[in-house]
């Protein structure tokens, strides 16, 4: 699609990632219904998009929430007058090693830290995913949905829950390419590395180091890299049912 004036909806538009999309896209002309649960920071993805040339509506949505994310989807389509784009990015982190035994104890991951990264990170995805498909198909445009999953879905140590979480939104696009094809609906994935978000610039600098260095392209990737990844699976109507890697080359 050309997604100049199309309406895209963004979670976890507030900040990060989800913010440098949402004002990528803007620039190519896209209208954007940013999604998170801080006010502020939407309020400021908004002024960003709008100094983009564009305009967005903002919606407090806890993704896990299935009222919530039902009434928000149905509010995007009549406050915009449809939907035809939706990038499932919120998320969040609950790291730990599922076991420990250090000096004769024994800690584990809680189930609430389990449990609390699927409910976001893999139960909302499908709940967007699910409710976008559903406007995409009453407004008879067809569509794209793309899953933000990680590099972590190959497994990575001390993320059984966001590992986990990371893999199965990477299925799911494969599986609503698939389903949602006879809509004119298409569903991908991206796989990021480390990208350079406010979330690693709180690093110590020797942390820094180390990562970049068994990166081959030693360097961390821009929000802007992935923004403009998102921008070539929203537009390219060949693609579908694909995770597209996006890590300078590195595999975990």
């Known amino acids: 699609m050309q997604v100049s004036e199309k309406v895209i909806a963004i979670t976890g538009a507030g900040q990060g990632l989800g913010r440098s999309m949402a004002v990528y896209l803007a620039s190519k002309g896209a209208r954007i219904a940013a999604i998170d649960l801080n006010q502020e920071q939407l309020d400021e993805t908004r002024r960003q998009v709008e100094a983009a040339g564009s305009q967005a509506h903002t919606y407090i949505c ?8 039902e009434s928000t989807f149905a509010a995007i389509s009549a406050d915009m007058g ?38 976001v990170n893999l139960t909302g995805v499908f709940l967007c995913g699910r409710e976008a498909a559903i406007q995409m198909i009453k407004g008879g ?24 979480a990371k893999a199965g939104v990477a299925s799911l696009a494969v599986v609503w390419a698939k389903e ?7 569903a991908n994935a991206i796989a990021p590395g480390f990208i350079a978000t406010e979330m690693t610039a709180s690093m110590k600098p020797e942390a820094l180091d180390k990562m970049t260095a068994g990166i081959p392209a030693k360097r961390m990737g ?3 890299e992935i923004a403009h990844t998102v921008a070539y699976l929203l537009e390219n109507e060949y693609v579908s049912g694909r995770v597209m890697e996006v890590d300078g080359g590195l595999r975990l």
Do not use: F
Not at 64 to 69: D, P
Not at 147 to 162: H, L
């Open 62 to 69: 806890n993704v896990a929430n299935e009222e919530q994310v």
């Open 82 to 119: 449809g939907l035809h784009g939706l990038v499932n990015n919120a998320g969040i982190l609950r790291d730990g090693l599922m076991v420990k035994a250090k000096d004769g104890e024994i800690s584990k991951m809680s189930l609430a830290q389990w449990q609390s990264v699927i409910d």
């Open 141 to 164: 445009d067809g569509g794209c949905i793309i899953n933000i999953s990680s590099i972590s879905r190959a497994g990575n140590m001390g993320q059984s829950n966001y590992s986990a």
């Open 180 to 186: 949602l094809a006879r809509y004119g609906i298409r």
């Open 222 to 224: 821009t929000p802007e």
